[in-house]
Nanobody, 127 residues
Framework: QVQLVESGGGLVQAGGSLRLSCAASGRTFSSYGMGWFRQAPGKEREFVAVISRTGSSTSYADSVKGRFTISRDNDKNTIYLQMNSLKPEDTAVYSC????????????????????WGQGTQVTVSS
C-alpha cells in the first residue's frame, strides 16, 4: 500500500510556471509506475504524464508535450511535474497516481491502470 500527497498547486497567470510534487509513503516507491492526471470542472479525468519505475521512460499527453516535464526522485519517494507556459485550459485539479502494472509507460495512460491516488491539488491559470 502507498499513500500519495500532492502539493505545489496555486494560482498563476497565463505563461507562468508551477512545479507540483507528489510525496509517497512506504518503502517500495521505486516499484510503481507513476502518473499525473487532471480533472477540470464538468470534464472527465484526463491523462497528463507518466514516468517509469526507474525514471528512464516518460510519456505525455499531446496537450502538454513540450511544456510539462515529469520526473522522480526515488531516494525522496517523490515525483514532480514541472509545468511551463501554462494556459487557462490547464486549469484543473491535478492528481498523482501509482501503478503496480508491469507495462511500458505508453500503456499506462488510463485511470484504471492505477491502483493508488492522491487527493489532488488545484491549479488555476488566469488569462
Amino acid at each position: 500500500q502507498v499513500q500519495l500527497v500532492e502539493s505545489g498547486g496555486g494560482l498563476v497567470q497565463a505563461g507562468g510556471s508551477l512545479r507540483l510534487s507528489c510525496a509517497a509513503s512506504g518503502r517500495t516507491f521505486s516499484s510503481y509506475g507513476m502518473g499525473w492526471f487532471r480533472q477540470a470542472p464538468g470534464k472527465e479525468r484526463e491523462f497528463v504524464a507518466v514516468i517509469s519505475r526507474t525514471g528512464s521512460s516518460t510519456s505525455y499527453a499531446d496537450s502538454v508535450k513540450g511544456r510539462f516535464t515529469i520526473s522522480r526522485d526515488n531516494d525522496k519517494n517523490t515525483i514532480y511535474l514541472q509545468m511551463n507556459s501554462l494556459k487557462p485550459e490547464d486549469t484543473a485539479v491535478y492528481s498523482c497516481a501509482a501503478s503496480t502494472l508491469r507495462l511500458s509507460v505508453v500503456r499506462l495512460r488510463a485511470p484504471h491502470d492505477y491502483d493508488y491516488w492522491g487527493q489532488g491539488t488545484q491549479v488555476t491559470v488566469s488569462s
